[in-house]
């Protein structure tokens, strides 16, 4: 008796898709950072959560930061029910190209975003010197906002503390459909906070079952996804929300 077919890894289902951006371009000035401040009508947050201590010194082999490490590489910590990150898992972290996969009132939405730079470095803090690890990504055209978001994992040398933080600054790319455009500008920001507060409770407990375990979280799973288009619930939800 034959076994069953393993159904496709979801970057294998999505290749067509992950192709499409590869060509496309970030939605912002790259060259006008500096100038992306609360000021200046962009969203600006920042998150930290502690992990673990550590004794002090470099990052132990099995520590929290290397655990930590772990868990940013592979993208799985955002809560899969809002996004789920797709991208070709041999692909050097520094290249990666990922599709986003956003789910929001019944909607199935797909955003690109590129790394946009990894770091690696030790730095000096008034806590001491601190051990670096983590990465950014960007928005590229078509994606609803536009904006980074940075992960990093700081392990403080001369204490051992360990945290994991993000900060991003974002503001509302192009939406040209008004549907969409309405649930955005209503639910945006909740979304945004939620994908924050989810994503620092998965860090902790992925780090915690790696510590435990030695085993890594696993990836995303290849479940079917329904298409924007084929959903009638979220626009009964949207009048009502609105």
Do not use: C
Not at 17 to 33: C, G, I, M, P, W
Not at 197 to 223: L, W
């Amino acid at each position: 008796m034959n076994a069953p077919s393993k159904a496709p890894a979801l970057w294998e289902q999505q290749q067509a898709r992950l192709a499409s951006y590869e060509k496309a371009q970030v939605n912002f000035d790259l060259t006008r950072v500096s100038e992306y401040t609360a000021e200046n009508g962009w969203r600006i947050d920042d998150y930290e959560l502690e992990l673990p201590q550590e004794a002090p010194g470099p990052p132990a082999a099995h520590g929290s930061w290397v655990a930590a490490q772990e868990v940013l590489r592979r993208y799985s910590f955002p809560p899969p029910s809002l996004i789920t990150g797709i991208f070709v898992p041999d692909q050097p972290l520094e290249k990666r190209l990922m599709v986003l996969r956003a789910q929001f009132l019944g909607f199935s939405f797909w955003f690109g975003v590129r790394i946009g730079g990894v770091t690696d470095e030790r730095r000096p803090t008034p806590e001491g010197e601190e051990q670096v690890w983590g990465y950014n990504y960007r928005t590229l055209e078509g994606h609803f906002e536009r904006g980074q978001i940075d992960f990093t994992i700081h392990k403080f040398l001369a204490t051992g503390r360990v945290v994991f933080r993000i900060h991003a600054f974002s503001q509302h790319g192009h939406i040209r459909n008004p549907f969409y455009w309405i649930g955005f500008k209503l639910f945006g920001r909740m979304l945004q906070k939620r994908f924050a507060r989810e994503s620092m409770r998965r860090v902790q407990e992925q780090v915690a079952e790696i510590m435990r375990t030695g085993q890594a979280a696993p990836a995303p799973e290849a479940t079917p996804v329904q298409a924007a288009s084929e959903s009638k619930s979220a626009q009964a939800q949207l009048d009502k929300a609105s």
